[in-house]
């Protein structure tokens, strides 16, 4: 079946570790994205990406890094200058076409908690 | 500023009595809106959007959202709950600001009373 297959589903981290979250989807959408989730808040963006080779910033880009070295992969690297990682992590695809940001499809999560 | 607002924390509802899930949004141009659920430790689920045409959208599960340009509104309604409908809702839209993302309102929990 298609979908977006995120991994670990648990992960605990020491402070001053960096974790990479890995995201892939069998769906060949062109975009992907990462969210992170904290309670009260919402989901808020980290980075995107519409095409392979190229990704750009979302709102709280710090202390993150990505890649998108192939269309079905978007890994998020949680780096040791992130203050606060413990959250639960999200990705997600869409289709990427037409005027506007289409349907996003999301994988099951990531629950990272720093120890 | 542009933004997606979820003016209610939680929402409460009695089994069988109809519900509403307020959304409100500030967005230049025309906006392309959308509601998500989520249970415990899962992923987002889509539900419906609102792209053009018919101000009132019918979705996944019986639920459906009205479209209201003049209260900038996207409210999601379901004519009569379920206890297996307690989840958390997410509205969420394209902002037009060249950034072909989505962004979230706050979330709100829905409970429906056996």
Known sequence: ?115 | AQSVAQPEDQVNVAEGNPLTVKCTYSVSGNPYLFWYVQYPNRGLQFLLKYITGDNLVKGSYGFEAEFNKSQTSFHLKKPSALVSDSALYFCAADLNTGRRALTFGSGTRLQVQP
């Open chain 1, 1 to 115: 079946d298609g979908g977006i297959t995120q991994s670990p589903k648990y992960l605990f981290r020491k402070e001053g570790q960096n974790v990479t979250l890995s995201c892939e989807q069998n769906l060949n959408h062109d975009a992907m994205y990462w969210y992170r989730q904290d309670p009260g808040q919402g989901l808020r963006l980290i980075y995107y990406s519409q095409i392979v080779n190229d990704f750009q910033k979302g709102d709280i880009a710090e202390g993150y890094s990505v890649s998108r070295e192939k269309k079905e992969s978007f890994p998020l690297t949680v780096t040791s200058a992130q203050k606060n990682p413990t959250a639960f992590y999200l990705c997600a695809s869409s289709a990427g076409q037409g005027a506007g940001t289409g349907e996003l499809f999301f994988g099951e999560g990531s629950r990272l908690t720093v120890l």
